[in-house]
């Protein structure tokens, strides 16, 4: 389905993509920070200069002409056609490189149309592998893959196709809350289970200092759940300890030598929200919508999935929540209650940081979807397969067309207007292969896909869960 959403949607269509490219430029070539800018409104506290070839930069020029103007379709302006104006300049330059290499990879292709192309396929093929590896992991152990599929939801499927470092956070977050719900019902006995968990949280650690609240969130529920068997795996599994200890403390030295240079600084905004109360009632009214996101707000958060579609999987998300919940004992409930509750309190905490930083109540749906995953994926450690994954397969992968078209037709046509078919006559843009040559490219796409769910996921997990389990071994 990563394909699908590469082959619609125009170049730099996803949050913040020109500033993702460049610095995924950067990192590849050895330049991880840059010359810092000074913090402001219009640039950021993260925003550097990094020295590749300033054609890289140009990327910053492209979007404009549509992103922020969902009535307006889609344009093209090729990389090439453009002249740089300044050095290349990315407002992600602080961030830790981590997440920014598989798009990287791409970037080698060049500063051009292609190279943004290959560097969006480059990050959604390590996106994928993640979430092929949390399939892998559920399928070897005889679990249900439905949960895993309510939570895949269009937007971490959009997020994962285009150059992200989101798309790698969520992907790791999912397959580490797959695999630490597997331990909890395994008792944190299968070293290859153990060993998955430790792998994805690490990535998760070290792509974004988040990631290691995330983690402590995880370790936190694991502890309620059963904090005795917790205690012993480091003693029987002390290599995959080392790999999480060595990525939290380099996550750690980022944030405190680079990442957190700027923060000290305050501007001067008379919007700031002082009142800790304010911030608290505004965020926790407002976390519908960032719930709303998660499941998909496409683009520059200006074409949101289907309401339909949005309650669809929250509707699944719940239903697995309370399959794990109402047949539990009182630590495992206590376990998915924190889980549960920490969702709100991060996009609190995220706020009132906007509100220090820039002014903003500035959280987004993809800041929380690595915490909301972890819900419904409860599920794991008591569903088995059964005939009713076929529908949940179905339903998914339906959704999931429903949101590519209603992105297809607003890139193509613009949103909004009677004629919801008029993109197939007359679009004012198209994408690299045509309307028609696009549409066959998602249709094939999401056939393949459901097919895959429901009669062929085995066999294609099965070569990668073989990794794990030789990892596993290689542990013991």
Same mark, same amino acid.
Not at 45 to 54: A, G, K, L, M, R
Not at 133 to 144: E, F, I, P, V
Not at 244 to 259: F, H, K, N, R
């Given at each position: 389905?990563?394909?699908?959403?590469?082959? &619609?949607?125009?170049?730099?269509?996803?949050?913040?993509?020109?500033?993702?490219?460049?610095?995924?430029?950067?990192?590849?070539?050895?330049?991880?920070?840059?010359?810092?800018?000074?913090?402001? #409104?219009?640039?950021?506290?993260?925003?550097?200069?990094?020295?590749?070839?300033?054609?890289?930069?140009?990327?910053?020029?492209?979007?404009?002409?549509? &992103?922020?103007?969902?009535?307006?379709?889609?344009?093209?302006?090729?990389?090439?056609?453009?002249?740089?104006?300044?050095?290349?300049?990315?407002?992600?330059?602080?961030?830790?490189?981590?997440?920014?290499?598989?798009?990287?990879?791409?970037?080698?292709?060049?500063?051009?149309?292609?190279?943004?192309?290959?560097?969006?396929?480059?990050?959604?093929?390590?996106?994928?592998?993640?979430?092929?590896?949390?399939?892998?992991?559920?399928?070897?152990?005889?679990?249900?893959?439905?949960?895993?599929?309510?939570?895949?939801?269009?937007?971490?499927?959009?997020?994962?196709?285009?150059?992200?470092?989101?798309?790698?956070?969520?992907?790791?977050?999912?397959?580490?809350?797959?695999?630490?719900?597997?331990?909890?019902?395994?008792?944190?006995?299968?070293?290859?289970?153990?060993?998955?968990?430790?792998?994805?949280?690490?990535?998760?650690?070290?792509?974004?200092?988040?990631?290691?609240?995330?983690?402590?969130?995880?370790?936190?529920?694991?502890?309620?759940?059963?904090?005795?068997?917790?205690?012993?795996?480091?003693?029987?599994?002390?290599?995959?300890?080392?790999?999480?200890? #060595?990525?939290?403390?380099?996550?750690?030295?980022?944030?405190?030598?680079?990442y957190d240079a700027n923060l000290g600084a305050e501007l001067d905004i008379e919007t700031r929200v002082e009142k800790l109360t304010t911030v608290?009632?505004?965020?926790?009214?407002?976390?519908?919508?960032?719930?709303?996101?998660?499941?998909?707000?496409?683009?520059?958060?200006?074409?949101?999935?289907?309401?339909?579609?949005?309650?669809?999987?929250?509707?699944?998300?719940?239903?697995?929540?309370?399959?794990?919940?109402?047949?539990?004992?009182?630590?495992?409930?206590?376990?998915?209650?924190?889980?549960?509750?920490?969702?709100?309190?991060?996009?609190?905490?995220?706020?009132?940081?906007?509100?220090?930083?820039?002014?903003?109540?500035? #959280?987004?749906?993809?800041?929380?979807?690595?915490?909301? &995953?972890?819900?419904?994926?409860?599920?794991?450690?008591?569903?088995?397969?059964?005939?009713?994954?076929?529908?949940?397969?179905?339903?998914?992968?339906?959704?999931?067309?429903?949101?590519?078209?209603?992105?297809?037709?607003?890139?193509?046509?613009?949103?909004?207007?009677?004629?919801?078919?008029?993109?197939?006559?007359?679009?004012?843009?198209?994408?690299?292969?045509?309307?028609?040559?696009?549409?066959?490219?998602?249709?094939? #796409?999401?056939?393949?896909?459901?097919?895959?769910?429901?009669?062929?996921?085995?066999?294609?997990?099965?070569?990668?869960?073989?990794?794990?389990?030789?990892?596993?071994?290689?542990?013991?």
């Amino acid at each position: 389905m990563c394909i699908a959403w590469i082959a &619609v949607l125009p170049l730099f269509a996803g949050p913040d993509e020109p500033a993702n490219f460049i610095k995924s430029a950067a990192v590849v070539r050895l330049r991880f920070v840059g010359e810092p800018i000074p913090p402001s #409104a219009s640039t950021s506290f993260w925003s550097t200069y990094v020295d590749i070839d300033e054609r890289f930069g140009v990327a910053q020029q492209v979007p404009w002409c549509f &992103v922020g103007q969902p009535q307006v379709a889609a344009c093209d302006k090729p990389l090439a056609s453009l002249a740089p104006v300044e050095r290349a300049r990315t407002d992600m330059g602080r961030y830790p490189p981590l997440g920014f290499v598989p798009a990287g990879i791409g970037t080698f292709v060049g500063p051009s149309d292609a190279g943004a192309r290959a560097a969006r396929v480059t990050g959604a093929v390590v996106a994928c592998a993640l979430l092929g590896l949390a399939a892998a992991l559920l399928r070897r152990r005889g679990k249900s893959l439905a949960p895993l599929l309510a939570v895949a939801t269009p937007g971490v499927i959009f997020l994962s196709a285009v150059s992200s470092p989101s798309g790698f956070e969520i992907a790791a977050a999912i397959t580490a809350w797959t695999a630490l719900w597997l331990c909890v019902a395994e008792r944190w006995s299968r070293a290859s289970t153990v060993t998955t968990f430790m792998i994805a949280a690490a990535l998760l650690v070290a792509a974004r200092p988040a990631g290691a609240v995330t983690v402590a969130v995880m370790l936190g529920a694991a502890a309620l759940a059963d904090h005795r068997t917790l205690l012993g795996t480091p003693r029987r599994d002390w290599r995959s300890w080392v790999i999480l200890t #060595a990525s939290v403390m380099v996550s750690g030295g980022w944030y405190l030598t680079v990442y957190d240079a700027n923060l000290g600084a305050e501007l001067d905004i008379e919007t700031r929200v002082e009142k800790l109360t304010t911030v608290v009632t505004r965020s926790l009214a407002d976390l519908p919508r960032l719930v709303g996101e998660s499941v998909g707000n496409f683009g520059w958060l200006d074409t949101p999935s289907p309401t339909l579609v949005v309650w669809t999987f929250v509707a699944l998300s719940g239903a697995f929540a309370w399959r794990a919940f109402d047949p539990a004992d009182r630590r495992v409930r206590a376990a998915i209650s924190v889980a549960a509750l920490a969702v709100p309190a991060w996009h609190i905490v995220l706020n009132r940081n906007y509100q220090d930083l820039l002014g903003t109540f500035g #959280a987004q749906g993809r800041h929380l979807t690595p915490f909301i &995953v972890g819900i419904p994926l409860a599920a794991v450690m008591r569903r088995a397969p059964r005939a009713s994954d076929r529908v949940v397969a179905t339903v998914v992968v339906l959704a999931h067309l429903w949101c590519v078209l209603v992105a297809m037709r607003r890139y193509s046509l613009g949103a909004g207007g009677d004629d919801l078919l008029g993109f197939l006559r007359a679009p004012v843009w198209s994408p690299p292969l045509g309307i028609t040559g696009t549409l066959v490219v998602v249709a094939f #796409a999401h056939a393949a896909a459901w097919f895959a769910f429901v009669h062929g996921v085995g066999r294609v997990a099965d070569g990668v869960g073989t990794l794990a389990d030789g990892v596993g071994r290689m542990e013991r």
